[in-house]
């Protein structure tokens, strides 16, 4: 026999890093549940599998829900069994599966709402769903409970959600399994679903891939952070009868690629065009890539807000979008020169700039910059980013004032000053 | 710019031609009474310098004399660094303006008009209004110069060129226009966002509306929270009922059955109890015949064995009253002969008592008689003691009262005779010698030769009676006297010695002092007697104080004798009988009556117990009598109780009993039997019934509000949980996420702008405060000057306005409240140092219409020192109403008429 074994698809997850862009992720991952349901009617699979997780909540929307029906309305001929994971438990009245919605479910779909026994493609499904969202309980204890009743030589998978109680690797309420539970609980296969990247367990074990075991956590078959890596897949089990290994197939269903890509801002111009040259390679998949930029290195508030504003537009075609400034923003120390000819005061206040971004931010004192007739008092620094922030001095924290805040000080700065240059 | 002259026609009083001037470059007066026109003056050549000549403006119509259409014309002569100017205006009706230069002594004209109106502010610095007459802030650095009579005492608003001039020359600070222009663009940066007093987000500004938006979002954001929440703990209440119900369900069925239960015994009880409630009566009843047969029968068995008792009792009664009748007789004879024994006893004693006290009066007679004889012995002895003593007294009386001291006395007075007159047979001649050293004499008295050794100078008497030789050794000063005084002191003290001793022994009847002193030894002697035959007296007066006592003893003794004796007329025999006689008869008579005593003791004690006896044994007899009337009594009453019972039972009374005692037994398995039918604790059944059915009520409701509530959760969670929080979240978030960076960058914006403008005011005012202490430090001397008080600073701000004066900044006087007078001369002081400070690029004029007029007299002098010392670097035009004040300084000058115009 042969099933999809899936889970943790958090449908509806918020992505609230990616603001505006986030609405996009959450409707790739349903794109991406059509993707393996179709692998899974491609392979003539006895049923797909979903253990645990299948939403982000209890309490999304009905239309996450709908839009989920709609999916495996597409696949009629592939049987859904879905287990109610530690977001999406079933906790009484108000959980998501007694949701009107589910009234109305394709006739492909069943919710292993109980614990129980379910025959389906002359297997037995051993089901340990979850009823609450943590617990210090074994949930396959429960599974060794069913098994109790004679197999009738009828091949037995077990499935839950939880955490595998690893010492150091997990919380203690957050459903703890015994690493080696298949073998306690004697299944063929356990089907588990928690952990959001692929992994293999035999009698307690890691198993190295390419390697059959009979735990199974096949992660979340779609990304869903940057640097995740083992995300974006589900597993194809074939069991040949009770007793014999499963073999286990590791098949790519993610929609979308997460890249981090680094940009050197003290070489602006190099950095630029090398950032260039790396988004027109995955410009032809722009849709399918979320793009992260690191800036970094030492640079002109000028420069920065140029390659910023840049950047908008550069990474504009792609699905989603974050820029982590890792920059230090100073001027440059011909900036200082020639701000100390035109005019000593303004010089002498961007030393007090710089000495209250120090005492900030902790942040390295810009070279060309001498300190030693700034602002020394802190009280004084005090009192001035006081009016500034309209607290009381005594209540004020020079910490409310942070890099980002300095970097657009500078650049105001240098904005006005080359307007007032022209 | 300095002032030569000004001249006017047709304004205000003066309708003719006036001047005033030439004006000194130093210190000038113009001193004259109020109302004569010095401010109009003044006055109508500012509008001259800075007035368009066109202008039709109240203040320029003002200068017309009062009710005229004249046209006032004004002219001005003034020099200034590039050279002397003459300005003339004439304004409404016929207005005219013309400047003129001195070129090589004469006028030349520059300008005509407005290009002559627009020369003059040229070389004045001054400008032109927008509208109307010129004001003080247009006329340049003259705002500054010219103290105008009647103005508030304060210190002009430093702005406009004019003030960026003078501030740029007193304090030297640069006017950065980078700066200037940096801080007002940050500063309307901030402004669009921020109110800059309090630095809140401005009404209507973005950073405001954004604000609002968040606020709205995470209220909601709040609320959906609020009801995911609420919906936890709906689900922890739902699943706490859930859980209940299935207790309450089970207690249910439980209570249930057992009420099932009870309630069947109870049923069963219900048909059995009057059964057994019959029996249990019979068997009562069974119980009390028993109880009173079996009383019956013990009641009479009890009767018959008291009936036995009593009857013994009264045998052994009977018996023991015939044994006391058989002792009473017994007793009665033992008594009478008792009786006899003692009678015979009394007797017996009488007899031997009479005979002792013969013997004893026997023995008293013969004891009284000795001892009269001893008496009459010891008289005998005692009488002539005293004789013998009363002798002795005889003789001693006899013998001159002499004493041992009297005898010392007279031996003392012979003795002194006796010296007396050896001394007076000694004394004859008498030599002193007296040698100057120590040397050797030898004197030969009466043959007799003697040695004597006398130290120098030491004097040495020799005495003699009749002859004395001396030999001298080598020689002295001999000196011879005659004895004849002191023999004749010596004999009168002898003859009153003499006299004395006489007329003592006379006194005393003896001769000589020897007789005198063996008289006395005699005397002593009899003393001693006396005291020995007293002592004999007493010895044999014994016991008795004297002899009259002893004699009265005696005679007593004598009579009791002689009573004795009658009384008893002894026989002649008993006479004979010596005392040791008596006293053995005595002594055989006493342990016989002792005896008899004793025998009358022991028969009266015995007798008395005999009759106690009898009494007992009748009291006895008497007792046993009336015991025995009473116990006949009791048998025959227990006679009669007997007789009642048999005639009761006629069958048997035992019989009766057995018959009884089967019919109880029965009566009880009769009950035992119909007990038994029941369930053991079948009297609580009824009420156990009620309570399980009330318990299995009470669950049942329980269980039913239970279920109830289950319900109600039920329903309420399922619409919760339809309402998909959890997205609405989600989304509140995102748009959360969304206004909160637009607010942030806004905010972040405006506080940039702010901090970099900030910053900017901050150095350019500290560089400002560098450079306003010179200027303070010239302030304050002046000031010091003016006041004579010199430990006050004087304080400026960076606007370069007096803040105020005082010894330091801690006790700075605000300018506010400083006196009215001290306002005047700091405005003065500050005055004179911007003047000063302008003179050196340019020559300046500085006009004080009367501005001293709270200005004590004593200041007025100070005053006038400073402005002396101020004329010699610039022009000063004082206007007042006092000559007196400035008499004696500077040049007066005075509003002359000139006729022509
Ligand atoms: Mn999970």
Redesign the pocket.
């Known amino acids: 026999m042969k099933f999809i074994h899936s889970a ?1 698809w958090q449908l509806g997850a918020r992505f609230s890093q990616f603001g505006p862009k986030a609405e996009s992720l959450r409707q790739v991952r349903f794109q991406t549940l059509e993707t393996a349901l179709r692998k899974a009617d491609e392979a003539s699979v006895d049923f797909f599998l979903i253990a ?2 299948l939403f982000e909540d209890g309490q999304v929307d009905d239309t996450v829900i709908h839009t989920t029906f709609e999916k495996f309305r597409r696949f009629p001929g592939v049987p859904v069994f879905i287990l109610p ?3 999406d438990p079933n906790d009484g009245p108000s959980s998501i599966w007694n949701r009107k919605p589910f009234l109305t479910k394709p006739s492909n779909v069943t919710v292993l709402a109980e614990p129980g026994v379910t025959e389906c493609g002359g297997a037995q499904l051993l089901a340990s769903p979850l009823r609450q969202k943590k617990s210090t309980i074994d949930p396959t204890l429960k599974i060794a409970e069913l098994a109790r009743q004679p197999a009738d030589g009828r091949i037995r998978i077990g499935v839950t ?1 939880g955490a595998l109680a690893f010492p150091g690797k997990h919380e203690s309420n957050d459903h703890p399994i015994v690493p080696d539970a298949e073998t306690r609980t004697g299944v063929d296969y356990l089907a588990v ?2 952990w959001h990247t692929w992994q293999v367990y035999d009698h307690g074990r890691h198993v190295m891939p390419g390697t059959d075991g009979r735990l199974v956590m096949p992660g979340t078959p779609e990304p869903d952070a940057f640097e995740q890596d083992g995300a974006g897949h589900v597993a194809l089990v074939e069991i040949s009868s009770p007793q014999s290994k499963p073999v286990v197939q590791k098949v790519p269903v993610a929609t979308l690629q997460w890249m981090t890509l680094d940009l050197d801002c003290a070489d602006a111009p190099a950095g630029r065009q090398g950032l260039e040259h790396r988004l027109a390679e995955v410009k032809p998949a722009a849709d399918r890539t979320v793009v992260r930029v690191r800036l970094h290195g030492r640079v002109s508030p000028r420069v920065l807000a140029e390659t910023r504003q840049w950047l908008e537009s550069a990474l504009q075609p792609y699905l989603a979008q974050q820029v982590l400034d890792e920059t230090a923003v100073a001027l440059t120390v011909a900036e200082i020169d020639e701000i100390k000819n035109r005019s000593p005061l303004l010089a002498q206040a961007l030393t007090d700039l710089a000495q209250i971004e120090h005492l900030a931010t902790n942040s390295p004192v810009p070279a060309g910059m001498d300190l030693s007739q700034a602002i020394s008092s802190l009280d004084e620094a005090r009192a001035l980013v006081s009016r500034v922030i309209g607290e009381k001095p005594e209540k004020t924290d020079l910490t409310r004032l942070d890099a980002e805040f300095f970097k657009l000080a500078h650049q105001l700065l240098s904005q006005e000053l080359q307007e007032a240059t022209q | 710019m300095i002032l030569e002259s000004v001249e006017l026609k047709n304004v205000g009083p003066f309708r003719e031609t006036v001047r005033v001037g030439p004006l000194d470059p130093g210190l000038n007066i113009l001193a004259a009474s109020n109302e004569t026109g010095k401010s109009t003056l003044v006055k109508a050549g500012a509008r001259a310098l800075f007035d368009s000549h066109g202008g039709k403006s109240k203040e320029i119509k003002e200068l017309r004399p009062a009710g005229t259409s004249l046209a006032p014309s004004v002219a001005v002569v003034f020099r200034c660094k590039s050279g002397n100017y003459r300005i003339e205006k004439t304004f409404l009706e016929s207005p005219r303006s013309q400047l003129s230069q001195m070129v090589d002594g004469q006028w030349r004209p520059l300008g005509e008009a407005d290009q002559a109106d627009r020369r003059v502010r040229e070389l004045l610095g001054s400008e032109k209004p927008g509208a109307g007459a010129t004001k003080p802030e247009h006329w340049g650095l003259f705002r500054y110069l010219w103290a105008r009579q009647g103005e508030a005492v304060a210190w002009p608003e430093w702005d406009g060129e004019a003030a960026k001039l003078v501030r740029a020359r007193l304090a030297r600070v640069e006017i950065d226009p980078l700066i200037e222009r940096l801080k007002s663009s940050f500063w309307s940066e901030y402004e669009k966002n921020f109110t800059p007093a309090q630095g809140q987000p401005k009404a209507g500004g973005p950073l405001a509306f954004a604000e609002k938006e968040l606020g709205d979002l995470k209220a909601e954001l709040k609320e959906v929270r609020g009801k995911a929440r609420e919906l936890e703990e709906l689900q922890i209440r739902f699943q706490g009922f859930s859980e209940q119900t299935t207790t309450f369900e089970q207690e249910a069925r439980k209570l249930k059955e057992k009420a099932d239960e009870i309630g069947q015994q109870a049923r069963q009880v219900e048909l059995l109890l009057p059964e057994l409630r019959a029996h249990e009566k019979a068997l009562e009843a069974a119980r009390k015949e028993f109880h009173r047969v079996d009383g019956d029968l013990r009641a009479a068995r009890e009767a018959q064995d008291a009936l036995q008792g009593l009857k013994k009792e009264m045998e052994q009664s009977e018996q023991r009253q015939q044994e006391l009748k058989d002792a009473e007789v017994e007793n009665e004879s033992l008594l009478t002969e008792a009786d006899g024994a003692l009678q015979e006893v009394h007797h017996r004693r009488a007899g031997l008592q009479a005979e002792l006290e013969r013997v004893q009066g026997l023995l008293k007679l013969r004891r009284l008689k000795d001892a009269l004889v001893d008496l009459q012995k010891k008289l005998q002895e005692a009488e002539s003691q005293a004789a013998a003593l009363s002798r002795l007294q005889e003789e001693k009386s006899k013998i001159p009262g002499l004493t041992p001291q009297k005898l010392g006395k007279l031996k003392g007075l012979d003795q002194d005779i006796r010296e007396l007159d050896a001394q007076i047979k000694v004394v004859g001649i008498t030599m002193d010698l007296t040698p100057d050293k120590a040397s050797r004499v030898e004197v030969t008295e009466s043959g007799a030769k003697r040695s004597l050794k006398i130290q120098g100078g030491v004097t040495e008497t020799l005495s003699s009676g009749q002859a004395l030789r001396v030999r001298l050794e080598g020689w002295g000063e001999v000196r011879v006297r005659s004895g004849a005084g002191e023999l004749k002191d010596l004999e009168e003290r002898r003859r009153e010695a003499q006299a004395e001793l006489s007329k003592a022994l006379a006194e005393l009847g003896v001769e000589n002092v020897e007789q005198a002193a063996s008289l006395l030894e005699k005397r002593k002697d009899l003393d001693g007697r006396i005291r020995e035959a007293t002592q004999d007296l007493k010895r044999a007066l014994g016991d008795f104080d004297d002899l009259d006592g002893l004699k009265a003893r005696m005679n007593q003794s004598d009579t009791e004798h002689e009573n004795l004796r009658k009384s008893l007329h002894p026989e002649s025999g008993e006479d004979a009988l010596s005392i040791s006689g008596l006293e053995a008869q005595e002594e055989t008579l006493k342990p016989g009556l002792r005896d008899v005593e004793k025998t009358i003791q022991r028969d009266e004690r015995a007798l008395k117990e005999l009759a106690d006896k009898q009494a007992s044994c009748r009291e006895e007899r008497h007792l046993k009598g009336t015991e025995l009337a009473k116990l006949s009594e009791q048998t025959k009453s227990h006679e009669r109780k007997i007789e009642e019972t048999r005639a009761r039972y006629p069958e048997g009374i035992e019989v009766m009993k057995a018959r009884a005692g089967d019919a109880f037994t029965e009566a009880e398995t009769r009950v035992e039997s119909a007990r038994r039918k029941l369930p053991p604790d079948y009297e609580k059944l009824p009420e156990g019934n009620r309570r399980a059915a009330a318990a299995f009520g009470e669950a049942q409701r329980d269980l039913e509000k239970c279920r109830e509530d289950c319900q109600r959760l039920r329903g309420t969670l399922e619409a919760l949980g339809a309402e998909g929080l959890y997205s609405r979240e989600s989304q509140l978030l995102e748009e959360i996420g969304v206004k909160k960076a637009e607010a942030d960058a806004a905010r972040r914006r405006g506080w940039a702008a702010r901090l970099l403008h900030d910053l900017m005011e901050r150095r350019k005012q500290a560089a400002t405060r560098q450079v306003l202490t010179p200027l303070e430090d010239q302030l304050s001397s002046v000031f010091a000057e003016l006041t004579g008080v010199s430990v006050r600073r004087i304080f400026l701000d960076e606007n370069l306005q007096i803040r105020g004066a005082g010894r330091s900044e801690e006790e700075l006087l605000a300018f506010d409240l400083l006196s009215q007078g001290a306002k005047e001369q700091l405005m003065l002081a500050l005055r004179l140092a911007v003047a000063q400070a302008l003179t050196e690029t340019e020559p300046q004029a500085v006009i004080l219409d009367d501005v001293l007029a709270n200005t004590d007299p004593v200041r007025q002098a100070r005053v006038l020192d400073v402005l002396q010392a101020a004329a010699q670097r610039m022009q000063l035009l004082v206007l007042t109403c006092h000559p007196d004040h400035y008499r004696g300084v500077g040049k007066v000058v005075s509003i002359e008429r000139c006729g022509i115009p």
Request: no cysteine.
């Open positions: 943790d645990g997780d994971g530690n977001h959600h679903g928690h």
